[in-house]
């Protein structure tokens, strides 16, 4: 399965007939997701449901349950591009993703390469998964003058599309707001 031990513990009982039955590799990234957060329950028709990444965050709003995030979140990381800045969140996963990127917004990818920069350049800042100061996402973030915050390890499963979050690449946080600007 390509899988380490503890992330086995994270396959659904769906996945493991699949693979057993079919030799149907399960999606390595979901899984790795189900490891950070995610959401089990049953629906109309009695069925185990287990949700991750945007699609567990939208079934969370469905039930009421983010929209009553009362008081700030924050993540950290090590400041790699000095600065502050305020945006909306847009989650970059891969280079389809890049035309979703608007001036203005924060860009959160779990790193960046050469294809970002286009979409690196709208952005008012930048925030990584993974990293250092020597990474893609640091070198042409300073260069471009723009906050940047690499290293976090969570970003793009702790914030979700369009969350309104400050970056303080001074400090290294990265704060959800649960007001709207």
Do not use: W
């Amino acid at each position: 399965m390509k899988l380490n031990l503890e992330e086995t513990s994270y396959l659904t009982e769906k996945e493991i007939l699949e693979f057993l039955d079919y030799s149907k590799m399960p999606h390595k990234d979901r899984v790795v997701q189900r490891q950070n957060r995610f959401l089990v329950f049953f629906d109309d028709n009695h069925n185990i449901v287990c949700m991750e990444g945007n699609e567990m965050n939208l079934k969370l709003k469905e039930f009421g349950i983010l929209e009553n995030r009362r008081y700030d979140i924050t993540i950290k990381g090590t400041p790699a591009s000095r600065g502050y800045a305020k945006g909306r969140v847009s989650i970059v996963k891969g280079v389809g993703d890049l035309q979703k990127v608007s001036r203005g917004d924060v860009l959160v990818a779990v790193t960046t390469h050469p294809d970002f920069v286009p979409a690196m350049k709208k952005a008012v800042a930048v925030v990584t998964d993974e990293g250092g100061l020597s990474s893609h996402a640091a070198i042409v973030s300073r260069e471009f003058g723009i906050p940047c915050i690499v290293g976090t390890k969570n970003a793009t499963h702790a914030l979700n599309e369009g969350d309104f979050v400050s970056v303080d690449a001074n400090k290294g946080i990265v704060t959800i707001h649960s007001n709207k600007p």
